[in-house]
């Protein structure tokens, strides 16, 4: 049987990335430049940008990538309603996707991210990328008993159609916990897709 290459498991998987943003215009571009040359034609990046007043929105069109769509907020949406959002959008845009990336914008991706994230991945199990700090400390990612924290995560498409969407009633925080108790509780496991990429700075808005 002839193994595969990192570079088979992009073949054929649709995936919707889902990022928000707010104010942080260099590091969503730098996120941006490190995660489209990783992504097919036929992938999609769902950008909510809530309410920024820093060029995000005109730097992002900028870019002239057809893959690309941004979904204006009010500034009032935060990061779980923004996730939420974006997912909307996705799912408004096409159905037929094969996974949902969560990834957040401050994250600076390895050249093979979505590679690793796509190895991992059974259909049946969300798959967690771990990112490291300057010291190369894993700071975010899986977590013991089964939960994560959303800064790289994908979601295939019928955990999707067992969970649905991150719920929207949190703000910056405890959704993709919340996420992950949900999956747990229906028996849908966690697998980690060991380490992706370099955290950014997190900062929470108040």
């Known amino acids: 049987m002839k193994e595969k290459t990192a570079d088979s498991f992009l073949t054929g998987y649709k995936i919707a990335v889902l990022i928000a943003c707010h104010n942080r215009q260099s590091a969503t571009l730098n996120c941006l430049a490190q995660l489209l040359p990783q992504l097919n034609d036929d992938d999609g990046v769902f950008i909510v940008d809530d309410g920024s007043v820093d060029g995000t929105a005109e730097a992002i069109r900028g870019l002239h990538d057809s893959r690309s769509h941004i ?79 959303g800064n790289c995560v994908l979601v295939p498409q019928k955990v999707y159609e067992r969970l649905g969407m991150i719920c929207g009633d949190y703000s910056h925080a405890w959704a993709d916990s919340d996420y992950a108790m949900q999956a747990k509780r229906v028996g849908i496991g966690v697998v980690s897709a060991g380490v992706v990429g370099r955290a950014g700075i997190q900062t929470v808005r108040v």
């Not at 096409?94 to 994230?117: S, V």
């Open 71 to 149: 979904i204006p907020g009010d500034g009032t949406l935060f990061w779980a309603k923004g996730m939420r959002k974006a997912w909307e959008a996705a799912i408004a845009e096409r159905q037929d996707w094969d996974g949902y990336l969560w990834l957040n914008d401050e994250t600076e991706l390895r050249a093979d991210a979505i590679a690793k994230m796509l190895a991992a991945k059974d259909g049946q199990k969300i798959v967690v990328g771990d990112l490291v700090n300057a010291k190369g400390e894993i700071v975010y990612g899986t977590r013991p008993g089964g939960s994560f924290t």
